[in-house]
């Protein structure tokens, strides 16, 4: 069977989504979905059986996995309408067996919008119809890559990640650890910056982009999560027409081009580290419309 990996969890409104893209579609709970826990995937070209349900699809429009069986109903996308089926059949389990080391159960299809959301907490996550989900049909089982979780990031923050840890590791530094907390901090603050055009022009030392809506700065913003004081990276990058998206590559020759944030990135006592990325839409340099796309980098030392 060929298998349709880059599947993950959005843990603000627990619906399944492709994670591969550099955009990250649409959550019902705003912005673009956020990727946590294990890495899924699905085969593509089974069959229909008494275990195994076809006609899942990728939507086109938020990225999320839907229920495409019914001809009328298409659910209810939060880019707006219904799902647009995009890309490969999935087909998913529903065998009633439980966890396993490489499989987890609890998936629903949600009854008002037609979402593949995860089922296993009190919580229900975001509806595109508003409220949390409201579990429907089967109890899915779907498969995962490793027994580990792949940790906190999606694959584009993962990617920048592990390029700076590349990078470190040719000036002869140690890797910095993925640090939970910095990974939800940086992706706060992308997201502030995605959130409010123009707050990426503020100076912080001299520096754009560090100061949040709220005036918070770097040393706030790490005291406050990890309770030390702390340093950052932050590159800011657009696309228009027919550019290409800026890349995890991108934000890393920026920071090894500009002489400050390549010592930052390659310094020996930096421990632990968060990548948190985002994007939204903003004014191009020609005056016309473009979508920005926003990666912090926060470092702690060992203390």
């Known amino acids: 069977m060929t298998a349709l990996l880059d599947w993950r969890s959005c843990y603000k409104c627990q619906t399944l989504f492709f994670d591969i893209l550099p955009e990250k579609g649409a959550c019902p709970a705003g912005g673009g979905h956020k990727a946590w826990g294990f890495a899924y995937s699905f085969p593509s070209d089974a069959t229909e059986s008494p275990t195994r349900q076809i006609n899942w699809r990728r939507c086109g429009k938020c990225y999320a996995l839907y229920f495409d069986g019914f001809p009328d109903n298409k659910g209810v996308c939060p880019a707006g309408g219904g799902h647009q089926a995009s890309g490969y059949m999935c087909a998913v389990l529903h065998d009633g067996s439980g966890d ?41 089982v779907i498969d995962h890559w490793t027994e580990e979780p792949q940790d906190s990031m999606d694959w584009q923050e993962l990617q920048t990640f592990d390029l700076v840890n590349g990078l470190r590791r040719q000036a002869g530094a140690e890797n910095v650890w993925i640090d939970p907390r910095l990974v939800a901090v940086t992706r706060a603050h992308s997201q502030d910056l995605a959130d409010h055009f123009g707050l990426k022009d503020q100076l912080w030392n001299g520096w754009p982009g560090h100061v949040g809506s709220d005036g918070s700065t770097p040393p706030d913003r790490i005291m406050k999560a990890v309770g030390t004081s702390g340093f950052e990276n932050v590159f800011v990058g657009v696309v228009w027409g027919n550019g290409s998206v800026p890349s995890p590559q991108d934000a890393c020759n920026w920071w090894m081009g500009e002489p400050a944030h390549r010592a930052n990135l390659l310094d020996r006592n930096h421990t632990n580290a968060g990548m948190g990325t985002a994007y939204g839409p903003g004014v191009s340099p020609d005056g016309g419309p473009a979508t920005w796309f926003y990666f912090t980098q926060d470092f702690i030392d060992a203390g």
């Open 100 to 140: 396993t080391p490489t499989q987890q159960t609890n998936w629903r299809s949600c009854g008002k919008c037609q979402a593949m959301f995860f089922d296993g907490l009190p919580e229900k996550g975001a509806c595109a119809t508003g409220g949390g989900h409201q579990a429907n049909g089967w109890t899915y």
